[in-house]
């Protein structure tokens, strides 16, 4: 039995970039994005969706993102980068479906605390 195609189905960047976004301010250890990280004229001329510490580029039907954070000073950097790489490749899979060739995270800088 063959199946009727009804049309295409496409997924904006900036929705993908609101998945990456929401997804990685939910890790604990991660304090913000680092907003400076993209820019509208990088998105711009390269095509890339995103902003707000967010860039992220469809190659072939897959997503590679790169997100730019604050941590929190009582993290493991390598340690909350690999979260953050494993809870946004798991969201963006589920909530689109596209395959995820990668998540870059940069750790742009770290919240430090006031002495007590």
Same mark, same amino acid.
């Given at each position: 039995?063959?199946?009727?195609?009804?049309?295409?189905?496409?997924?904006?960047?900036?929705?993908?970039?609101?998945?990456?976004?929401?997804?990685?301010?939910?890790?604990?250890?991660?304090?913000?994005?680092?907003?400076?990280?993209?820019?509208?004229?990088?998105?711009?001329?390269?095509? %890339?969706?995103?902003? @707000?510490?967010?860039?992220?580029? *469809?190659?072939?039907?897959?997503?590679? /993102?790169?997100? #730019? !954070?604050?941590?929190?000073?009582?993290?493991?950097?390598?340690?909350?980068?690999?979260?953050?790489?494993?809870?946004?490749?798991?969201?963006? %899979?589920?909530?689109? @479906?596209?395959?995820?060739?990668? *998540?870059?995270?940069?750790?742009?800088? /770290?919240?430090? #605390? !006031?002495?007590?």
């Amino acid at each position: 039995m063959a199946e009727d195609k009804l049309g295409t189905v496409r997924i904006s960047p900036e929705v993908l970039a609101t998945i990456a976004r929401l997804t990685t301010l939910a890790v604990p250890g991660v304090a913000s994005l680092y907003h400076d990280f993209t820019s509208d004229v990088d998105r711009f001329f390269r095509g %890339k969706g995103g902003g @707000g510490g967010v860039s992220i580029q *469809v190659v072939d039907g897959a997503v590679r /993102v790169e997100i #730019g !954070i604050v941590a929190e000073q009582d993290r493991n950097l390598y340690d909350l980068g690999l979260e953050i790489q494993g809870q946004v490749s798991r969201a963006i %899979k589920e909530m689109v @479906g596209m395959p995820v060739l990668a *998540v870059n995270v940069h750790v742009a800088n /770290v919240t430090m #605390g !006031i002495p007590e």
